[in-house]
């Protein structure tokens, strides 16, 4: 079965400094990977997509198949970065749905 | 496009009661998603419909649990019977047949 886990719970960094969130998932097929990101009781915004290798708000992330990872990154954090992140998988089965993992709470210090 | 709508935003229920929630999907989506997010807990998965059918509701608990989304009209969750470990946000998510595209979510609370 697929899954993906984000080790972090929570994860602190002061302005400026770089961040990363962890992701690693579980699936024997050709997953997609997703970063959504939740900004404080809004809905979920797609961040970005590996199939589409952008750069939105900075962030970037990169599909390691030998490492089964998908971390998100971004170089110099700002404080309206501060948001939970939602790593997510859609496999190749029937249905079209997400496997999200439990999420990541970002605070970005002043 | 308004984006997925969903209503109500928050909805206080008594036990017993049973709660209804609304999701109308963006325009031009035949697919709509529900997923709930309990407190301290990330997304999980718990239906996939189309148009007056059911894909995929593996992850629907076995009882009290409905959803539908008919030709017409919204696609609804019904709880029936709620109890306090209901009490959670769900989350209604549309798509054309790719990107999926999610609502602001609902706030169920079970007193």
């Known amino acids: 079965a697929q899954r993906v886990t984000q080790p972090e719970k929570l994860l602190s960094v002061f302005k400026g400094a770089p961040v990363e969130l962890k992701c690693n998932y579980s699936?024997?097929?050709?997953?997609?990977l997703f970063w959504y990101v939740q900004y404080s009781r809004q809905r979920l915004q797609l961040l970005l997509r590996?199939?589409s290798r952008e750069s939105i708000k900075g962030f970037t992330a990169d599909l390691n198949k030998g490492e089964t990872s998908f971390h998100l990154k971004k170089p110099f954090a700002q404080e309206e970065d501060s948001a939970m992140y939602y790593c997510?998988?859609?496999?190749?089965?029937?249905?079209?749905?997400?496997?999200f993992g439990s999420g990541t709470q970002l605070t970005v210090l002043p | 496009n308004a984006g997925v709508m969903q209503n109500p935003r928050h909805l206080v229920r008594r036990r017993g009661q049973e709660a209804r929630l609304r999701c109308s999907p963006m325009?031009?989506?035949?697919?709509v998603y529900w997923y709930r997010q309990l407190p301290e807990e990330g997304l999980k998965f718990m239906v996939y419909l189309q148009k007056e059918n059911i894909i995929d509701e593996s992850g629907m608990p076995k009882e009290r649990f409905s959803a539908e989304f008919p030709k017409e009209g919204p696609s609804i969750l019904r709880i029936q019977q709620v109890v306090r470990g209901d009490s959670a946000a769900y989350f209604c998510?549309?798509?054309?047949?790719?990107?999926?595209?999610f609502g602001e979510g609902s706030w169920l609370t079970v007193v």
């Open positions: 590996h199939i």
């Open positions: 699936y024997s097929g050709s997953p997609e």
């Open positions: 998510a549309s798509s054309p047949g790719n990107t999926i595209y």
């Open positions: 325009k031009g989506h035949s697919h």
């Open positions: 997510a998988l859609r496999w190749d089965g029937s249905a079209r749905q997400l496997t």
